[in-house]
């Protein structure tokens, strides 16, 4: 099915050109910080952790999110999601891919990657990160791809399959628990060192990958003559209201406790995101978009008339997709770092070639979604024929 990826019209062979020259600008930046260390980027001894661990957190959610198809398909046999399910699934093998190139570009020198299997431990909660992310990448492969070329030849998928599936799904949310775990068993991280942290991480990555899902199954439904389904659309979006309601509460539980209990070293990183420390708040301007975006995103899909005209309902998904990446994408990691153990205030901005780079990545994961993608909308369009 691979030969499917290489036919095309001039806008799909633009877009791949595109993403190809994007992806040629962040490999140069990229080989300039090989060359020349992290020392390129804006971190530093008191943030260790930055930007490209920030895209790693939000895009295992939205690889996470994928589970809303497949879940709802695979184990209540909602039959309706069958047209998005493998969609879902190629969704995620681009955004795990994604993540697994934020993590190379954040280790400085990529060698460094086999020392977890070099050198592998148990205890520590970044080995079981890279498992379960590999083992989700495998698994969406082999079921997405067996699926698929079954659904080609008109025939169900083989029965061997069927463990593979029911495995997934509570495979899927084990990575974001994982990678909340990570920064919640911090203890000198007063931000992170909370038990809703996985709930938070959940509830966004369950509005996120099924928003950005959204708005590109309408993009396919304009450009090629594959339609995903009204039913299939409006049902994500009752979904995508759901988890963003519980990603709003779940901040205003951590914002209760916080400021109810006093402790100044978990109150100081909400007030440095928030409203600013000592004279410092990089990101305040940021925090209460990302804040009213999902607000705003609330209040047009809980409404069934707004959520029902599919062009709001792509703001309206426009609107998650950036409130959460504002959330996960940027405050997560420097409201954790800033300010430090020792309440000092040493804030982190990303450099140009950080974000170039991080485009980069971005753009490779594009380019797999978008192969993927095309893949599975022709052989739909085969199999409609």
Same mark, same amino acid.
């Given at each position: 099915?691979?030969?499917?990826?290489?036919?095309?019209?001039?806008?799909?062979?633009?877009?791949?050109?595109?993403?190809?020259?994007?992806?040629?600008?962040?490999?140069?930046?990229?080989?300039?910080?090989?060359?020349?260390?992290?020392?390129?980027?804006?971190?530093?001894?008191?943030?260790?952790?930055?930007?490209?661990?920030?895209?790693?957190?939000?895009?295992?959610?939205?690889?996470?999110?994928?589970?809303?198809?497949?879940?709802?398909?695979?184990?209540?046999?909602?039959?309706?999601?069958?047209?998005?399910?493998?969609?879902?699934?190629?969704?995620?093998?681009?955004?795990?891919?994604?993540?697994?190139?934020?993590?190379?570009?954040?280790?400085?020198?990529?060698?460094?990657?086999?020392?977890?299997?070099?050198?592998?431990?148990?205890?520590?909660?970044?080995?079981?990160?890279?498992?379960?992310?590999?083992?989700?990448?495998?698994?969406?492969?082999?079921?997405?791809?067996?699926?698929?070329?079954?659904?080609?030849?008109?025939?169900?998928?083989?029965?061997?399959?069927?463990?593979?599936?029911?495995?997934?799904?509570?495979?899927?949310?084990?990575?974001?628990?994982?990678?909340? =775990? %990570?920064?919640? &068993? /911090?203890? !000198?991280? +007063?931000?992170?060192?909370?038990?809703?942290?996985?709930?938070?991480? @959940?509830?966004?990555?369950?509005?996120?990958?099924?928003?950005?899902?959204?708005?590109?199954?309408?993009?396919?439904?304009?450009?090629?003559?594959?339609?995903?389904?009204?039913?299939?659309?409006?049902?994500?979006?009752?979904?995508?209201?759901?988890?963003?309601?519980?990603?709003?509460?779940?901040?205003?539980?951590?914002?209760?406790?916080?400021?109810?209990?006093?402790?100044?070293?978990?109150?100081?990183?909400?007030? =440095? %995101?928030?409203? &600013? /420390?000592? !004279?410092? +708040?990089?990101?305040?301007?940021?925090?209460?978009?990302?804040?009213? @975006?999902?607000?705003?995103?609330?209040?047009?899909?809980?409404?069934?008339?707004?959520?029902?005209?599919?062009?709001?309902?792509?703001?309206?998904?426009?609107?998650?997709?950036?409130?959460?990446?504002?959330?996960?994408?940027?405050?997560?990691?420097?409201?954790?770092?800033?300010?430090?153990?020792?309440?000092?205030?040493?804030?982190?901005?990303?450099?140009?070639?950080?974000?170039?780079?991080?485009?980069?990545?971005?753009?490779?994961?594009?380019?797999?979604?978008?192969?993927?993608?095309?893949?599975?909308?022709?052989?739909?369009?085969?199999?409609?024929?």
């Amino acid at each position: 099915m691979l030969e499917l990826a290489l036919k095309g019209s001039k806008k799909y062979y633009g877009w791949i050109t595109a993403l190809l020259i994007v992806i040629t600008i962040g490999l140069g930046f990229y080989l300039k910080q090989l060359s020349f260390g992290l020392g390129i980027t804006g971190m530093s001894r008191d943030v260790s952790w930055g930007f490209y661990i920030a895209q790693f957190t939000f895009l295992v959610g939205v690889a996470a999110g994928g589970v809303m198809v497949v879940l709802p398909y695979y184990l209540h046999d909602y039959k309706a999601f069958g047209k998005v399910t493998i969609l879902g699934e190629f969704l995620a093998i681009a955004a795990v891919v994604m993540c697994g190139l934020f993590i190379i570009v954040d280790l400085g020198q990529p060698m460094r990657a086999i020392n977890i299997l070099l050198y592998p431990t148990p205890n520590s909660v970044l080995f079981w990160d890279a498992i379960v992310l590999n083992g989700y990448l495998f698994l969406n492969i082999v079921i997405g791809w067996n699926v698929l070329e079954a659904e080609r030849n008109n025939i169900h998928y083989q029965s061997w399959l069927k463990p593979l599936i029911y495995i997934s799904i509570p495979w899927a949310i084990s990575i974001h628990t994982v990678t909340a =775990y %990570l920064y919640s &068993g /911090l203890p !000198g991280r +007063g931000f992170w060192l909370t038990a809703i942290m996985a709930p938070r991480f @959940l509830s966004s990555a369950f509005a996120s990958g099924p928003a950005l899902l959204v708005l590109i199954c309408l993009i396919i439904r304009k450009t090629t003559n594959f339609d995903p389904g009204k039913e299939q659309i409006q049902t994500l979006a009752k979904i995508i209201a759901y988890a963003i309601c519980l990603n709003v509460f779940f901040f205003l539980c951590e914002i209760f406790t916080v400021f109810y209990s006093q402790i100044p070293e978990h109150m100081d990183h909400f007030k =440095y %995101l928030f409203t &600013g /420390l000592y !004279g410092q +708040g990089a990101y305040v301007g940021w925090m209460w978009i990302s804040l009213a @975006l999902m607000v705003l995103s609330i209040i047009l899909l809980i409404n069934p008339i707004t959520r029902k005209n599919e062009g709001v309902l792509a703001v309206a998904c426009v609107t998650v997709f950036a409130g959460t990446w504002i959330d996960k994408g940027l405050g997560m990691i420097s409201g954790g770092f800033v300010p430090n153990p020792l309440h000092h205030v040493n804030e982190y901005i990303p450099t140009i070639p950080e974000i170039l780079i991080s485009l980069g990545v971005w753009a490779t994961g594009f380019f797999v979604l978008t192969a993927l993608f095309k893949i599975a909308v022709s052989v739909k369009e085969e199999v409609r024929a």
